[in-house]
């Protein structure tokens, strides 16, 4: 662990953020690295614009909207705990996130 | 578990800080004092901590830590990442990383702040449309923006601090359309030469902003796109412009957060516009003799007079009457303000008009404008019955973002604050009652 980052995991892909970053960065990281890969090394996807978090009732993607913990746009599961805001838990060590929950 | 203080504050923005200091200087050594906050740091929405340029040190950083230097410590109590979830006699039910406690106060001082007002319009729902303070928000905290375009838009001063703050971490801004007319943003422009040190604030956002086109007059009619924000249609003068974007950072201004106020039976009034406010008197007392408010749940005013009403409260909470009333005057000018704002950035008809039948109004549940035209026309519309049978307001976030959008649009909130205020876990709620049945 490099000094200043945290380690976490989102959907079983490793990524590594700034200490003091939310979950909700963490988890839009882990979709720019994802879509790097894709577009191959030296691509042009680029970090991707922004992830689905979750889907609606009626299946439509869902992403943070008031980034303040409001909404609820932005629930994931955090270490098998169900319905966090991402925008309001830091990211720890370790910690196991999944979207879509 | 109960823990029992003098003064209680709710909200840890500039109005909170400001009243927990203001309440422990005049205080002395006595009076025990607790700050309670949803986020990790204190700050609130204005202050927020930075992780890229305010560096990894625990607690406060910048405006935050230098307004918060006296209380941040050993004079006052902190409860950071904590919600009040119910409320009842002089306690709060609090809900924090260690689990529940019940908070006893002599002196409640509610510092809630204020949520960002998001319309609805087609394709609001698509990931990458966020309010303009929200995207300002996750960013502070860490989201890759970085190369992304980003078209800004919305209404009011903000849009400029969040374009400063994206273009500060590399985002490729590509315009910020403000609704108001060129005509009214001049007036606004010209007015501010009654407050010489926020003109000055402005000219330097705009410098910052120099080649980032400003354009009044214009809005967001749609956004496009398929799993994700491909662009957006924005109104102008000249007819509909698409524009390629990766985010949209929208806001119409701010509404205050007023649910714990009402959970407490506060008078609320709806005097400077549709949504509802603290009513309080010139010791930002409400209608509860034990019970203050302060900063935007009060009105939309700005850090400058949330700071202080903050001051005023957090006096006025220990019984210095003298101390609190001298700043009157302090308070009525940042007020001045406050309207001069409103004035010159009201919202233009035609975005009230922009949901489309298909468009979802309640997000939580996906209820469509079409399933709540049926429960009457504004100024007669059935909320409750609108609730009861589209479950509108019922989600996640207990009609907080529907609840809002609904009142700009001339209908009503589907429901009004009840406990528990943010879905909580169910053991906080059979927390042991100490002295009050909750």
């Known amino acids: 662990m490099k000094t200043g980052t945290v380690q976490l995991w989102v959907n079983g892909a490793g990524v590594t953020v700034p200490a003091g970053a939310s979950v909700a960065a963490a988890v839009a990281h882990a979709a720019a690295a994802a879509a790097a890969g894709m577009a191959g090394a030296g691509g042009a996807g680029g970090a991707g614009g922004a992830p689905r978090f979750r889907r609606s009732r009626g299946g439509s993607p869902r992403a943070p909207l008031c980034g303040m913990g409001i909404c609820f746009e932005c629930r994931v599961e955090i270490d098998g705990a169900t319905h966090q805001r991402a925008c309001m838990i830091l990211a720890r060590e370790q910690m196991r996130v999944r979207t879509d929950d | ?438």
């Not at chain 2, 609320?268 to 003799?289: F, K």
């Not at chain 2, 019970?291 to 005013?301: N, R, S």
């Not at chain 2, 957090?314 to 001045?336: D, K, N, P, S, Y």
């Open chain 2, 1 to 438: 578990m109960t823990d029992s203080y003098d003064v209680v504050i709710c909200g840890a923005g500039p109005a909170g800080i400001a009243a927990a200091d203001a309440a422990r200087t005049a205080a002395g050594t006595g009076a025990r004092v607790a700050i309670v906050d949803a986020n990790a740091r204190p700050g609130g929405q204005v202050w927020r901590h930075d992780v890229r340029f305010d560096g990894a040190r625990a607690g406060p950083t910048g405006e935050a830590r230098q307004r918060s230097r006296g209380v941040f410590g050993a004079a006052a109590t902190w409860y950071l990442q904590t919600q009040v979830v119910a409320a009842a006699g002089d306690e709060l039910l609090i809900e924090g990383p260690t689990g529940a406690t019940r908070l006893r106060y002599r002196k409640l001082i509610l510092a809630t702040g204020a949520r960002e007002l998001l319309l609805p319009f087609p394709g609001w729902t698509l990931p990458g449309v966020c309010g303009a303070g929200g995207l300002e928000s996750l960013v502070k905290q860490g989201w890759p923006i970085a190369g992304q375009r980003v078209v800004v838009a919305g209404s009011g001063p903000l849009l400029l601090a969040a374009a400063a703050l994206l273009v500060r971490h590399g985002a490729q801004v590509l315009g910020v359309h403000e609704q108001a007319s060129t005509r009214h943003l001049w007036s606004f422009v010209s007015g501010l030469a009654r407050w010489p040190m926020t003109a000055l604030q402005a000219l330097g956002l705009r410098a910052r902003l120099a080649r980032v086109p400003y354009r009044c007059g214009e809005f967001v009619r749609a956004a496009i796109g398929d799993e994700r924000l491909r662009a957006v249609d924005i109104e102008t003068p000249a007819g509909v412009r698409r524009i390629a974007c990766d985010y949209l950072a929208i806001g119409y201004g701010l509404v205050p957060n007023v649910e714990l106020a009402e959970l407490l039976g506060c008078r609320l009034v709806a005097d400077h516009g549709p949504h509802a406010r603290v009513a309080v008197d010139e010791h930002q007392c409400t209608s509860l003799p034990n019970v203050f408010a302060a900063g935007e749940v009060c009105g939309i005013g700005g850090a400058r007079l949330a700071g202080v009403e903050g001051r005023i409260a957090g006096l006025a909470a220990i019984g210095a009457l003298r101390a609190a009333a001298a700043l009157g005057t302090r308070r009525r000018r940042a007020r001045r303000f406050a309207q001069h704002v409103s004035h010159h950035f009201r919202l233009d008809a035609r975005i009230h008009a922009l949901a489309m039948p298909d468009t979802v109004i309640c997000r939580c549940e996906d209820v469509p404008l079409a399933a709540l035209a049926d429960f009457g026309p504004p100024g007669a519309w059935d909320g409750r019955a609108a609730k009861l049978a589209t479950r509108c307001g019922m989600g996640a976030c207990q009609g907080r973002i529907c609840g809002a959008a609904l009142v700009e649009l001339g209908l009503d909130r589907p429901t009004a604050a009840a406990a528990p205020l943010f879905p909580t876990r169910l053991d906080s709620l059979t927390e042991p009652p100490t002295a009050a049945t909750m």
